[in-house]
């Protein structure tokens, strides 16, 4: 735990991130520690990948979003950004960046604009969610909660169930939220259903664990400010999965 605070202090020296709120909270803490781990299997033409990252984009520096962050009890977030595909592949396009201001939260929307993008493989929501656990492991900074936010156009096709790796991520007391994007094109691998009902069944968990479905990319920009802002908050209505 040491060791975590003193590394914590450290990354807030040398990134010069740290709020002017000292007052209500210590060097380094935030409420919420995010994984924003986004879907780019071969079911995801560029279009799609370019609208996901914009949606991500415009959302996290959404004054909206600025404001909910800077309005927990300690002010500020922490956020890193993850793409997946199948089992094989995951990898942390931005890594964790604390978030406490308007100007940190352009920075990251704008780093994430230079940032290279492929769309390769399968689908393994399983891939997606055991590494987000493990990035979470290595955040900097000491957080009040702890979430992934998976989004994906398809179910799991690739790796393991899940479900197994949301229970691990649970036990670990992660919570796990969905975006579920509903689009008309066909899915690699079987279907049993309707995408939303498969996340709440097999990917979603924890306290107020919630999906959000989303018709299209073109929508997707609107869904995670809404999803954002609920995380932020910490509220607990929507599709809930018992932790």
């Known amino acids: 735990m040491r060791r975590r605070a003193v590394l914590a202090c ?19 803490a935030v409420d919420i520690a995010l994984v924003l781990a986004a879907d780019v299997s071969r079911s995801i033409d560029p279009d799609e990948a370019r609208l996901q990252r914009e949606g991500y984009r415009s959302a996290v ?24 595909s199948g089992v094989e592949y995951q990898r942390v396009v931005l890594p964790w960046a604390r978030i406490a201001s308007q100007a940190d939260a352009d920075a ?8 290279p993008s492929n769309a390769v493989g399968q689908t393994s929501l399983w891939g997606a969610i055991d590494f987000s656990r493990r990035v979470l492991a290595d955040c900097p900074w000491e957080a009040t909660r702890r979430v992934v936010d998976v989004s994906g156009d398809g179910e799991n096709n690739s790796g393991p169930p899940a479900g197994d790796a949301r229970d691990r991520a649970v036990a670990e007391g992660i919570t796990v939220n969905g975006l579920a994007i509903m689009n008309d ?4 691998g079987r279907s049993s259903g309707p995408l939303d009902r ?3 069944e097999n990917v979603i968990g924890g306290p107020g664990a919630f999906v959000v479905a989303v018709a299209d990319f073109e929508a997707f920009g609107l869904a ?20």
Do not use: H, N
């Open 10 to 28: 450290a990354c807030v020296a040398l990134a010069g991130l740290g709020p002017p709120r000292a007052a209500r909270a210590a060097p380094g």
């Open 61 to 84: 520096s959404d004054p909206e979003i600025v404001r909910a962050i800077r309005g927990g009890m300690l002010g500020a977030a922490a956020l890193a950004y993850v793409e997946w």
């Open 108 to 115: 990251w929307a704008e780093a994430l604009a230079k940032a």
């Open 185 to 188: 094109r066909p899915a690699f």
């Open 198 to 200: 498969y996340y709440e």
């Open 224 to 243: 995670v400010k809404r999803k954002l802002v609920r995380e932020i908050a910490g509220s607990p209505a929507g599709a809930a999965r018992p932790s």
